[in-house]
């Protein structure tokens, strides 16, 4: 555990994730080790979540469309991000909300992890492509601000 540790806070990307919610040692090294060099070669961020396999592919022809689980995909990244993810919604309220919502839309606990999963790596994006750590107080304001109904101009 503590050669982990120390290789772990010596990576340029610890700094970044290490203020998210209920990340440990052990799980943030997981996360760098796995979504650090998909991070680096993703040119955006959908494209990120695909190959991070958390988003279904779609196989649409003609009149018929289905959406299914995505079993190519990298799946030590897809287990790392999402036991994060798990985790997290027990220390975060954005993601408990995040998790819960998906629950009363009558997704499984899977399918709701990864709907978390995939919120939490548009952040872990931001984070990268800013250089900035992850601050909680920040990510609540932006939050907050991002989920503000508009209202109507008056006329």
């Not at 798990?86 to 954005?94: A, I, L, Q, T, Y």
Request: hydrophobic share 45%.
């Amino acid at each position: 555990d503590k050669a982990i540790a120390e290789a772990v806070e010596a990576h340029p990307y610890a700094p970044l994730f290490a203020t998210m919610p209920r990340i440990g040692k052990v799980s943030l090294g997981q996360v760098i080790g796995e979504i650090g060099p998909i991070l680096e070669r993703a040119q955006t961020c959908e494209q990120l979540i695909a190959e991070a396999g958390v988003v279904p592919v779609t196989r649409a022809s003609g009149k018929s469309r289905t959406v299914a689980f995505r079993f190519a995909t990298n799946r030590r990244a897809r287990v790392a991000l999402t036991t994060f993810a798990d985790n997290s919604r027990h220390g975060s309220d954005w993601a408990a909300k995040i998790y819960t919502d998906a629950r009363a839309r009558k997704k499984r606990h899977p399918h709701a992890v990864r709907i978390l999963a995939r919120s939490w790596l548009r952040v872990m994006w931001a984070c990268w492509r800013d250089g900035t750590c992850y601050d909680p107080a920040v990510h609540q304001a932006n939050s907050k601000v991002n989920t503000v109904a508009e209202e109507p101009l008056a006329a």
